[in-house]
Each structure stands twice: as C-alpha cells, then as structure tokens.
C-alpha cells in the first residue's frame, strides 16, 4: 500500500476527555469552567478528585463503548444511580472530600472490573477466529465499537464459515465508518481514499479498516486492572499473507507508522547473538542520517518490522524472492556485502565499522539457516535459500535506508 499522506503528529488518544482550566487547572471529566456549586466545584478544586473524575470518566467510557446498545442502557442507568449517591456529599462540607474519595475510588473499581472482564471476553472471542468462526462472530456481535464492528467485517470477508451475512457487514462497516470517522478523521480519510482506489480490493479494505481499529485500540498497554493484554491479531498475517503485511505496514510516512499494529517476531530469531551483532554494526550509521530523515523515516522502521515478522512467521515466503541469492560466482557474501564496501561517506559509516557489519553477515546467514531447521521444520536446502534470502532482503532495506538519507552510494 502507498503512502499517500505525511502527517508529523502523534496517534490521537483513544478517548478524547473534556479538561477544563477552572480554578486550580485541574483536569476533570466535565468542563469546570461551567462547574455547578457543590460536588462539581469540589472535584475540580482538588487535583487528586479531579484525577480520580477523569479516570473513572475514562473507564466508564471504554466500557461505554465495548458495550452493545442494550447493555449500555444498563450501564447508563447504574452509572446514574450512582451519581445520585456521589452527589449525596454534599450534604456535610466537613467530610465531602473524604466522602468523595470514597465514592470515586469505589466506583471506579466496579467499572475496571466489568471493563476488564469486557476486555478479557472480547480478546477471547477474537482468538477464536481461526478454528470457530461462527462462534466467534456470535460472541463479537455481543460487543459494540470500533474494533469488534472491523473484525465482523474481516468475517464475513475472510472466513465464510462464520455465517455472516452481507447485510451484517453493511451494518457493521457502517458503525464502524462512523466511529472512526469521528475518533480519527485523518486515518477515514486514508480509507475513503483507499476505497475509491480503484486497485484495492474488498479484502484489502477490510483489512485497513481492521488495522485502523487496532490502532485505536492501546492493546501494547496493561489492561485497566494491570493485566498485560496480547497481541491477538497475529493469525491475520499468516492467513492472509502478503494483503495483511501491506495493510499494517507502512501507511502514513509520519510518527505514526509507529504505532503500526504489527505483531512482534516469532519465535526468538532476532534474538540470536548473531543478528544483534549485525543489527549492532548498523545501529551508528542509521543513528547518523536519521536526524535529517524526517518523520517519513517511521515508514521504513514499520517496514523493518514487517520484514522481521514475516520472516519468523512465514518464512517459505523467502523460498523465492525478487531479491536473487548470488550464485557461486558472485561475492561469498552477496549483493549487501558489496553494497557495503561500495559506501563512500566515512563520516557516517567508517571503513573499519563496515568490514565488522561484512563479517556480521556469513553468522546471521547461519544462525537464521539453523534457526529454520529446528523451528520451522525446513529442509537444509529450504533453509539455506531461505535463510540466505531473509539476511539479503534485511540488508537491502536497511542500507536502502542509509542511502537514501545520506550523500552515499
């Protein structure tokens, strides 16, 4: 997928607050400028109740929003409920601080439990996606919300054993557009245009509009109870190959392909002492073009981390390549190798730190061949192609990178 726009700004936050700077400028969950005697204008005079407000707002949201439409009634009326009890400390000044405290941190514990709970059925239902689709579509349409309306229409796209209907995914593509065009109108209009590209396919606007709700979605963070949430999304890239590796890739050219909702790598490769050597040896030059890179630059770390996935997790992706593996007679260690002896700036990449990135090479090439055959079940003849192919194709994006930002090459 092109990059189509470049935007240096941060991902948006999830939930959008309203703050206030009344009184002390304190933020809280309602506008203090406008705060009414009493409960109000006690929240906002102190900092701690004015953070315990915004937090529990926060909670009540995010469970607001996982919530269907009838279960959101529910919410709606409990929550209410429980204003009146709040609003109730008023009735002594001497003790409504504490008497609020009380409240705030009771109530915010009910609300992170049911999210959590929330949370933990709703990853629950997407991991089912693989091997029980009809069940995981009955158990998503429970939800409401971005996220869950973008994995019924993944569904009804991808899996047909789900039993979707194409009036359910109108239905749930059209809460979906509505939601995202509300939270991130800059990420909709990257969608609207994808979808009157005419070269993008049904699939691939599923899966943008999927990976467009996982960023909105802070899963790399702990729950609201402190529970670490996993990534649950992975299958996607190993069932839907190279449509899924372009959709959550590079998009933005800006900090935000940063927060590219691609899983980490499978299975320890990277990790080896052999690719941290390498990955060592270019840590100085990429450090020294990056300040001029511009933000675009988060394009090309999205891209490495695409790379790094589809490696570990589908390798036989590297059994044939548009990259050729050098034959016997060409340089022992390929392309990349001679690239690097070819680098003329000495200020960014000095000659003695480029023959330790050349000896980096023939290791990394032999600790992925290893790593294949023991943990993807490879052939020796498989691994080697493989193995070779994955160390080239790293090479060339990364010294693609230091060339394009540097007067090298």
Known sequence: MALRRTL??????????????????????????????????????????????????????QLMTL???????????????????????????ATRDACLTQQLTTRDAVLVQLLQQALDAFDAAVVLIPRDPATAARQLRQFGGLQANAWLVYLQQFEAASGLSRQDTLQAQKEADAVLAGQDSFAWSILQDTRKDAKSTPADNALLLLRMSIEQDPYREAGPAGKPRAENHCFVFSRQGDAAYTAFGPLYGSTRDGFAPICAPQGGLFEKAAWKELETQFNAPERAVSSGAGTIRFASFAAWRVLALRATLTPKDFLQTDRPVPTEDAAPQGDGAQRIKDWTDERVWPATQRQQAIAAIDPAVAATVKWLQQERGFSEAEAQTAGKNIVQQWLAEHLDYLSDNSDSE
């Open 8 to 61: 240096a700004t941060p991902l948006l936050v999830t939930f959008a607050l309203l703050s206030a700077a009344a009184l002390p400028a304190h933020a809280a969950s309602f506008d203090c400028q406008k705060a009414s005697a009493g409960i109000e204008q006690a929240i906002c005079a102190s900092k701690t109740l004015s953070t315990q407000d915004e937090q529990l707002a926060e909670h009540y949201q």
């Open 67 to 93: 919530s269907p439409q009838t279960g959101r009634v529910a919410l709606r009326n409990a929550q209410r409920d429980w204003l009146k009890q709040r609003n109730a400390c008023s009735s002594d000044a």
